[in-house]
């Protein structure tokens, strides 16, 4: 624990420690009372609007009511809030999207309060408790000690374990993928129904080679040795990613045709099809965890394309997959990704299109409902000039 942040809290008159953890990179909070079924929503809600965490010791299930109870009053429309004046222009899309992001992250700072204290083996001690221990160990490894975690970041691995347990059915590699808690999930169809359905590169001969860069669950690889590619080399430099890509190679019997490799962006070497799906929305992350969501800068996006053309056998292709949500966002225009696609040295051959079916599509009410309803993901059929 000596590595590790720790959290300290008086209860019974003893000072007590444990390890803190928290995906979302958040600090332990500076004080910390205990908590149980007698408090109430509205005093539970103002303690965490100041900071302070509230340590659970009363029922488990009564716990997550109460978590439930402190997200519709932060979701409470401020009753004080000024109306805009007749005629002042709505917000631009870049604005709404930075005060999406910040109203998400209050919310998370707050619901993060509610504290549940695990013991050496990922127990609780409360009652009406689940069995966390395969969850548990599954995100974070066997137990070091009692640790204490937000109850909102604890049931995120809990349904991590249920999609890890069950899977996702994707036809175009005949079976399920099976997530791990911190990679990202293809829940999304379309991207994977895109690179499933482009035409293969000529230079592709039967015994080619193509590369999956930053591969994550191993579904684009699995879907390029399902059409007959016999040699594909997947790469991510995150361990979750690694041991998960392996672990859906190996259930879907694809082993002897799909290699995982850990690298930044590339393997060694040059091959006849290059994909990779990087993260979509320009912006810096808010927690470790949404590194496969955003991409600062566009950084992995500028990285891969400027190294592409070097890794390449002649006559190959990039497949480029990529959502045009940032562009309808505010966040990168269509001349920018021209641009960079042009100062790479690379030339479009094709581009695929195809339309979300993701349930927020059509949500009105999610404030970012206008971009997400005009939103294409396409696949950019690349080539060295």
Known sequence: MTDAPVVRWTERGEERVARWRSERGAPPPQRIVVADDHMSADRAYGLACQGTGLLWRGDFQNARQL???????????????????????????????????????????????????????????????????????????????????????????????????????????????????GVFAPIRSEYVDLVAQAPLPAALSAGGTAFDVGTGTGVLAAVLARRGVKRVIA?????????????????????????????????????????????????????????????????MLRAFLAGLPAHLEPGGEGWLVLSDLAEHLGLRSRDELLATIDAAGLRVVERADARPSHPRASEASDPLHAARAAEVTSLWRLAAR
């Open 67 to 181: 978590l439930i109870a402190l997200g519709s009053r932060v979701d409470r429309p401020r009753r004080k809030a000024k109306v805009p004046a007749a005629g002042a222009p709505a917000p631009s899309p870049v604005e709404a999207f930075n005060l999406h992001r910040q109203a998400q992250s209050q919310r998370a700072r707050t619901l993060g309060m509610l504290l549940i204290r695990l013991d050496e083996r990922y127990g609780t001690a409360l009652r009406r408790e689940p069995d966390l221990r395969q969850a548990c160990t599954e995100a974070w490894g066997p137990a070091e000690g009692p640790s204490v975690v937000s109850l909102r970041e604890l049931l995120g691995l809990i349904g991590a374990h249920e999609w890890r347990s069950k899977g996702i059915e994707v036809a175009a590699v005949g079976g399920r993928i099976h997530p791990h808690y």
């Open 235 to 299: 790469t991510d430099k995150d361990p979750r990613a690694l041991a998960c890509a392996r672990e859906n190679v190996a259930r879907l019997g694809l082993a002897q045709q799909v290699e995982v490799v850990e690298a930044d962006l590339f393997p060694d070497g040059r091959a006849a099809l290059v994909v990779c799906n990087p993260p979509w929305v320009p912006a810096r992350p808010s927690a470790p965890i949404e590194h496969g969501i955003y991409d600062p800068e566009s950084r």
